[in-house]
Antibody, heavy 120, light 106 residues
């Protein structure tokens, strides 16, 4: 089955760190650009970061630049998001999402999402 | 940054109705626009990309149109499974989503 599954979410205090993982299966992970997208009730869907298949192209939303780092391990079909200096406003459901083809959206495969709560 | 504005925010309709949702971009995005459907507690699902191309497996009652700054998603013959929230997404300048349109049962 073609799928991506997120893990690593949870409760963290402001200023803390968390690392999200996304395990891919059923497709050639190393051929696809992968992304993180988050969703909050208040702000809706927000694209967070993108990483190309060969890691040559990396993009971040301004809201996370300098604090979050996206990476991947093609040998283990995994995508990661290292989140540092977390803020209350980073509280969201985080989705791992695959780009349909090439470098830019749309996103044709999404995980089930993982909740990250930043609170004291 | 490119802002995406959807209207209406909520739409009440009945099974069998034809409904349309509008998405406006703050600047021209050519046809770099996608539509997603999201059911409660689930991830978004890609319906349409490049403004009007139906994703594989998506029913033909869904259609998309537009270019530049104004786009439309139409659903002809609303089915029970279609009551959900719909989002547009521009990808002319990486990615920005609209705020969503909830299609609810009248």
């Amino acid at each position: 089955e073609v799928q991506v599954v997120e893990s690593g979410g949870g409760l963290v205090k402001p200023g803390g760190s968390l690392r999200l993982s996304c395990a891919a299966s059923g497709f050639t992970f190393s051929s696809y650009t992968m992304n993180w997208v988050r969703q909050t009730p208040g702000k809706g869907l927000e694209w967070v970061s993108s990483l190309s298949s060969s890691t040559n192209y990396i993009y971040y939303a301004d809201s996370v630049k300098g604090r979050f780092t996206i990476s991947r391990d093609n040998a283990n079909n995994s995508l990661y998001l290292q989140m540092n200096s977390l803020r209350v406003e980073d509280t969201a459901v985080y989705y791992c999402a695959r780009v349909r083809g090439g470098l830019r959206p749309p996103f044709d495969l999404w995980g089930q999402g993982i909740l990250v709560t930043v609170s004291s | 940054d490119i802002q995406m504005t959807q209207s209406p925010s909520t739409l009440s309709a009945s099974v069998g109705d034809r409904v349309t949702i509008t998405c406006r971009a703050s600047q021209s995005i050519s046809d770099w626009l996608a539509w997603y459907q999201q059911r409660p507690g689930k991830a978004p699902k890609l319906l349409i990309y490049k403004a009007s191309i139906l994703e594989s497996g998506v029913p033909s009652r869904f259609s998309g149109s537009g270019s530049g700054t104004e786009f439309t998603l139409a659903i002809s013959g609303l089915q029970p499974d279609d009551f959900a929230t719909y989002y547009c997404q521009q990808y002319n300048s990486y990615a920005t989503f609209g705020q969503g349109t909830k299609v609810e049962i009248k």
